[in-house]
């Protein structure tokens, strides 16, 4: 695997970010075990139309140099990383952590109908191989057929298929957070695309996020995009659920984009 770009982010830029961070070696920490669920960070970069990419499958650079670096801090500061199926499969990402001296998140791939073909020319499977971020663990229906050479590929780098309940398709969020815990990973940030940030803010599984730190790049990708906008839910009695908001909040510019930090407000 060719030398991957190093990035730096100044230690007076990532001051400010500490407060949204999870508290350090959070998966050792009384902290974590206690709760047995790990500390959940969304995060993403979106357009001023709420776009995550100008379409489903299209890979769509958002963050400018710094957003970038500041990606890749927190990339260092937590445990874990989480895409879904959807976004393996347009971005072919790495998921590893560039900054120098620092250790990479494990990447958890929810794909419960194993639609994402993993295979050795995989980016994420390459850097793992040498030595240059981790294996993912893709988390897939319990009735679903993943081929042998998938398994193998995985096994191979230190990866493997973890097989969860599903209903209609989706697992329950805090089903996939126990098994991310029970692997000792103490910290997920939750990454994208579109249907997976939906399927978390959607009340109440928006109550299982501590953080939330989006990074806005000032262009519309106009309409077609995958967009941000979680499906408006009824509580018990049928009253809609209150707007999303965010408490808590800082407003942090690096370079073009702008990054807010917070927590969601608890009704
Ligand atoms: N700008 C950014 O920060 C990011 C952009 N993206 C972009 O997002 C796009 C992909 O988004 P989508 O098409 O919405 O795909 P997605 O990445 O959200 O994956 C969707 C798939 O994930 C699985 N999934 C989602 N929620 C689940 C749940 N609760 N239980 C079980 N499985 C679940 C399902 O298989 C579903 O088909 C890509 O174009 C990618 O480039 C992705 C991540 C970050
Ligand atoms: N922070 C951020 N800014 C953007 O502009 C993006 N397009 C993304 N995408 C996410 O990062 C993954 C790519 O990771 P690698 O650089 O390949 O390690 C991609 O799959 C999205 O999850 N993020």
Redesign the pocket.
């Known amino acids: 695997m060719a030398d991957q770009e190093t990035l730096t982010f100044p230690p007076s830029l990532a001051a400010p970010f500490t407060p949204y961070l999870p508290p350090p070696s959070s998966s050792l920490s009384p902290y974590a075990s206690s709760y047995l669920l790990p500390f959940v960070t969304l995060?993403?970069?979106t357009s001023l139309d709420s776009s995550?990419?100008l379409s489903p499958g299209v890979?769509?650079?958002?963050?400018g140099p710094l957003?970038?670096s500041?990606?890749h801090h927190l990339?260092a500061h937590h445990a874990s990383?989480l895409?879904g199926a959807g976004?393996?499969i347009?971005?072919?990402?790495?998921?590893?952590c560039?900054i120098a001296s620092s250790v990479s998140p494990r990447p958890i791939v929810l794909d419960p109908r194993a639609r994402w073909a993993v295979t050795a020319e995989s980016?994420v499977i390459r850097l793992a191989g040498a030595g240059q971020g981790l294996a993912p663990f893709i988390l897939v229906s319990q009735d679903v057929k993943v081929p042998a050479e998938r398994e193998e590929v995985l096994r191979g780098v230190g990866g493997r298929y973890i097989r969860l309940a599903t209903a209609d398709n989706k697992f329950a969020w805090r089903d996939v957070l126990r098994v991310i815990r029970a692997n000792g990973l103490g910290s997920v940030m939750v990454?994208?695309?579109g249907d997976v940030i939906n399927s978390l803010l959607r009340a109440p599984d928006n109550e299982l996020v501590r953080s939330v730190i989006v990074?806005i790049?000032p262009t519309w990708l106009g309409k077609g995009g995958v967009v941000v906008s979680p499906e408006r839910t009824t509580d018990a009695d049928g009253q809609p659920a209150p707007p999303i908001r965010l408490t808590n909040i800082k407003w942090i510019p690096l370079g073009e984009d702008v990054v807010v930090c917070g927590e969601i407000l608890r009704p």
Do not use: Q, V
């Open positions: 995060t993403f970069a995550l990419s890979r769509t650079t958002l963050s957003s970038k500041m990606t990339r990383i895409i976004t393996a347009a971005d072919d990402p790495g998921l590893n560039r980016k990454e994208g695309g990074t790049a």
